[in-house]
């Protein structure tokens, strides 16, 4: 079957450390993932994403690194910073292309 | 302001009414879907859709329904509402290959 899914349910750090969120993803066929930041009443926000046929992408303060071998994926933040404590979720698109599978998330704690 | 509008925002039902939760969207995405988040896990896909007129069920359709007749609007119907029903509910639009953007939920609570 089609699952996503986080290596840790929750993550501390300093503000300014740098912090790595895991993700294990298990349909080998997937092609297209994407990382989501929820703030606590609000819906997922897009942060960044990646196609199969890359193994790494940088946005603005943040990396997401693709390992197609082990079927990993990581999202790096830089300088982590206390408006980044929120919950990180990992996402695949199905099979079919038509919609998000979620992991069940980290929630990352900032503190100053 | 472009993008994904749920209404209502919180909603009291008792067990065995029926409601509608409305999913707007206003970027011509032909891709919708809608989840429920219950605490501690992730989102869970209800419905979706890949145009106006096509709609099939995801991982935990039961006890909803849908219809798109329009490529903006997606409403998510509660035939007889349950507490096991009592959740946050999504709703999220693309268009394909891309990613999704999402409303800001729906809160419901089944007395």
């Known amino acids: 079957g089609e699952s996503v899914g986080l290596h840790l349910p929750t993550l501390s750090v300093q503000e300014g450390d740098n912090s790595i969120i895991n993700c294990a993803y298990s349909n080998s066929a997937s092609d297209y993932f994407i990382w989501y930041k929820q703030e606590s009443g609000k819906g997922p926000q897009f942060i960044i994403d990646i196609r199969s046929n890359m193994d790494k992408r940088q946005g603005q303060r943040v990396t997401v690194l693709l390992n197609k071998t082990v079927k990993h994926l990581s999202l790096q933040i830089a300088a982590t910073q206390p408006g980044d404590s929120a919950v990180y979720f990992c996402a695949e698109i199905n099979q079919a292309g038509t919609a998000l599978i979620f992991g069940k998330g980290t929630t990352l704690s900032v503190s100053s | 302001n472009a993008g994904v509008t749920q209404t209502p925002k919180f909603q009291v039902l008792k067990t065995g009414q029926s409601m509608t939760l409305q999913c707007a969207q206003d970027m011509n995405h032909e891709y919708m879907s809608w989840y429920r988040q219950d605490p501690g896990m992730g989102l869970r896909l209800i419905h979706y859709s890949v145009g106006a007129g096509i709609t099939d069920q995801g991982e935990v359709p039961n006890g909803y329904n849908v219809s798109r007749s329009t490529t903006e609007d997606f409403p998510l119907r509660l035939l007889s509402a349950a507490p096991s029903q009592t959740s946050v509910y999504f709703c999220?639009?693309?268009?394909?290959?891309?990613?999704?953007?999402f409303g800001s939920g729906t809160r419901l609570t089944v007395v």
């Open positions: 999220a639009s693309s268009i394909r290959g891309h990613g999704y953007t």
